[in-house]
């Protein structure tokens, strides 16, 4: 038997540039809450020499992401897929030597 699927967008469709994730797991579920930071430099661009104790990140939480055990595993499965594709074609993607963990526990950004 043969599903046909009938595909839209959600009005609510946009793209988001990932800076970082957090979340986690419960036993009926796998958490992520994805954000994007921005450098916020205008205050310290007021000054001459720009004032580096001015800079700030503004950190904007985007959507959080809930999923099943199985797709929260068929996700790493195709990200592995793609991520390996990607290092075949273009090269290693090299990690910093500690990544950087922020705020604890379920952070992870680069």
Known sequence: ???????????CYRTIVVSGVFGGHRPGFFEAIVYT???????????????SSKVAVKRTIQCRLLMN?????????????HV????????????PEKPRRAEGPGYMAV
């Not at 038997?1 to 009005?11: G, K, L, N, T, Y």
């Not at 921005?38 to 004032?51: F, G, H, I, K, V």
Request: no cysteine; net charge negative; charged share 35%.
């Open 1 to 11: 038997m043969s599903v046909r699927f009938e595909v839209e967008r959600s009005p």
């Open 37 to 51: 930071d921005e450098l916020m430099a205008d205050r310290a661009l007021e000054t001459q020499p720009p004032d």
């Open 69 to 81: 055990p199985f797709q929260a595993k068929a996700l790493l499965m195709w990200l592995k897929e």
């Open 84 to 95: 390996e594709a990607y290092e075949r074609k273009f090269g290693e993607i090299k990690l």
